[in-house]
């Protein structure tokens, strides 16, 4: 009986190892790359919204730290789409790391809530560069019919096994240096921007220098260039909303759980990282077959069954009477990753890939945008109208919307590359 259990997994094990194989090698050092970023970003994250409150944020003042970082994210991610044109997809990927770690620096050194501010809109920058140049090796390179599986294999490792492991050595070093408190909790920011040279050495020395847009001469006409797409296009905009509306829990949701856990739910250090942890459980576990699943059976059908689970998990933040019951709506919040995840890859099925750094650029800054103005209109709800309906309307907004304009949307598991 042993060796017919055994046979299955060495099967299973050889299916892995060729499959990797045969993946390019730049999406092998990128993929690299968001696993050390998510460590370092899961280390931090917990405590991130905590750490600014405790500068003296408010619930409205915290709204503003998110939009006006991710407004400025929005229109930068046009100008790097001109950029990796211009530089390279390489040197523009070695700047967006940069700005990374320097964000962490700033955060980390910051003695008030505007200097917080100003180091998350630096990391907003600095992570809509790296992600654009990310998506760019990531959709140029990956095969229709391995995509979805590949980017769940990079979600498994990066926000799976590092996400496991990133808030477990937060919730330690914040013990370690006193709790949960803006000294307890400013040496994780410091510590994340010494280790970010780990990845900007991993980008800098590992990953070719490959061109995978074409090279022009930068312009205020090649700034604005990925947004004539749309007017090429408008099949695309029903698109360009779903994608936002997916993105909905970055700028809604996630910057006020932690807040939400410790002010209204008396969450202590544990409680947070467990949260943390939980919700990178759901990438570890769940990464490579929902990948799988979309790679088989389609985008859509994936996407319907996610779904009802973010719905849940922020019924459950809300109503939740318990410690256990908050780490559980941690973890039923993780699928969150993988809703981005198969949504993504729906993006990278949509355009050829000669105008994929427009298409990407484009998305970005519309995600960022909406998100942005999510993001301060859930500050003056939680100020104004109370906390927990920031999460209700995510789940109304969700349900209403993004649902019905996915059903409108064709499949794209089968369109041609």
């Known amino acids: 009986m042993g060796m017919d259990v055994g046979r299955p997994m060495a099967n299973a094990l050889s299916q892995a190892i060729r499959f990797l194989s045969r993946q390019p090698r730049d999406w092998k050092v990128t993929a690299c790359r968001a696993s050390v970023d998510k460590l370092l970003y899961q280390m931090v994250f917990p405590y991130l919204s905590v750490y600014i409150a405790l500068l003296g944020a408010t619930g409205t003042q915290l709204g503003v730290v998110n939009s006006v970082g991710m407004a400025a994210g929005a229109v930068l991610g046009l100008a790097s789409a001109a950029a990796a044109n211009r530089l390279g997809t390489k040197r523009v990927y070695v700047i967006g790391v940069a700005l990374v770690g320097l964000s962490y620096l700033v955060t980390g050194l910051a003695s008030s809530w505007v200097v917080a501010l100003m180091g998350t809109m630096i990391w907003w920058c600095g992570s809509t560069v790296s992600g654009h140049t990310c998506g760019i090796v990531c959709g140029s390179s990956l095969l229709n019919k391995d995509r979805a599986t590949a980017m769940g294999c990079c979600e498994s490792l990066a926000q799976g096994v590092m996400g496991l492991a990133g808030p477990v050595i937060g919730a330690v070093l914040v013990t370690r240096f006193g709790g949960v408190s803006t000294q307890g909790i400013r040496p994780l920011f410091l510590i994340a921007s010494a280790l970010s040279l780990v ?11 490959t061109e995978y847009v074409a090279a022009e001469k930068a312009s205020l006409r090649a700034g604005l260039r990925p947004l ?3 007017g090429e296009r408008p099949d695309l905009w029903r698109f360009v909303a779903v994608s936002c509306l997916a993105n909905l829990p970055t700028g809604m949701v996630l910057p006020f759980t932690q807040v939400f856990a410790r002010e209204m739910k008396m969450a202590d250090q544990y409680v947070l990282g467990a949260m ?4 990178a ?4 576990l769940l990464g490579v077959p929902l990948g799988r699943l979309a790679d088989r059976f389609g985008r859509k059908r994936i996407l319907y069954a996610l779904a009802p689970v973010f719905w849940a998990s922020n019924l459950l933040l809300v109503w939740s009477p318990s410690p256990v019951l908050l780490v559980f709506a941690g973890m039923l919040q993780g699928t969150v990753s993988m809703t981005l995840v198969v949504t993504q890859a729906m993006a990278f099925e949509l355009v050829p890939s000669s105008r994929m750094s427009d298409w990407l650029a484009v998305l970005r800054f519309f995600r960022m945008l909406v998100g942005a103005a999510l993001a301060f209109v859930s500050g003056i709800i939680w100020d104004h109208f109370g906390p927990e309906y920031v999460f209700l309307l995510a789940v109304g907004i969700d349900a209403a919307i993004r649902i019905p304009l996915l059903a409108g949307l064709p499949e794209t598991l089968d369109a041609p590359v």
């Open 228 to 230: 004539l797409l749309l």
């Open 199 to 209: 990845s900007l050495l991993l980008i800098s020395t590992q990953l070719s220098q």
């Open 281 to 284: 459980v759901v990438g570890l």
């Open 276 to 279: 943390v942890t939980a919700f």
